[in-house]
């Protein structure tokens, strides 16, 4: 089956630049009560995933004042690029298989989904993924 049929475009998906500020990552993942949010370059280009914990590292580890100590302005120069830590949410292409997506739904909320430039066009969600093998585990 394609995976198409799973994916919530771009359009309908909450993200981030990767040029936009720290502090606008942090209100727009608040915002949307999002743990995690998928960061594209202005291209297109998927980047990576950025999640609270990223936010957290970041500000601990750059933070020389203690955490206590911020100013959120001080946030506002700081872009999401330089917060991104290792790949927690590699995509898969637009031609990955139902059995790819269950396997990496498993460990993750959501899986990016690129065309083959590495454009990013969507998302798969967990709960897409558990409805499509509830259907047809009915269905047997």
Known sequence: MNIAFFITPKLDVAFLYDD???RQGLEKMRHRGYTAIPV???EGL???TISEG????HLL????HGIE???????EDIPIRD???????PPVPVTATVEQLVSKGMSQNFVPVIDDTGVFIGIVTRKDIIKHLAK???KK
């Open 20 to 22: 936009c500020s720290l």
């Open 40 to 42: 594209i370059s202005r």
């Open 46 to 48: 998927y980047i990576g």
């Open 54 to 57: 990223d936010f957290l590292w």
């Open 61 to 64: 580890d750059h933070c020389g």
């Open 69 to 75: 100590g911020i100013d959120i302005h001080d946030t």
């Open 83 to 89: 917060l991104l830590r290792e790949e927690k949410y």
């Open 136 to 138: 047809n585990q009915e």
